[in-house]
């Protein structure tokens, strides 16, 4: 069973900082490109940014300067580095792996359960 776990969420003030953290673990073969996803009340999931395992890097344009992603391969764990929080970035955040649990079979794309990012005074 493979599962991604995210954690470092929380409440924080404008213009403060959050670093999220997703691991996927269980039984799998490979990970190829993991990402974050967000989801506003209200509004559906958008990209935040995914990260190849070769390194390439996809921000939503709007995001870009603020946050970064950055991974582990060695660890199986992905991050979101987010400043200059604004309240406007208020959301579930959404780790997501595309991962092939053995040799030989296709990439399958598997999903956190979410963190909440409040950004609020």
């Known amino acids: 069973q493979v599962q991604l776990v995210e954690s470092g969420g929380g409440l924080v003030q404008p213009g403060e900082s959050l670093r999220l953290s997703c691991v996927a673990s269980?039984?799998?073969?490979?990970?190829?490109?993991m990402g974050w996803y967000r989801q506003a009340p209200g509004k559906q999931r958008e990209l935040v940014a995914h990260?190849?395992?070769?390194?390439?890097?996809t921000y939503a344009d709007s995001l870009k300067g603020r946050f970064t992603i950055s991974r582990d391969n060695a660890l199986n764990t992905v991050y979101l580095q987010m400043n200059s929080l604004k309240p406007e970035d208020t959301a579930v955040y959404y780790c997501?792996?595309?991962?092939?649990?053995?040799?030989?079979?296709?990439?399958?794309?598997?999903w956190g359960q979410g963190t909440q990012v409040t950004v609020s005074s």
């Open positions: 990260l190849t395992r070769g390194g390439l890097t």
């Open positions: 997501s792996a595309d991962i092939q649990k053995h040799f030989g079979i296709q990439f399958a794309t598997y």
């Open positions: 269980g039984s799998f073969f490979n990970i190829n490109t």
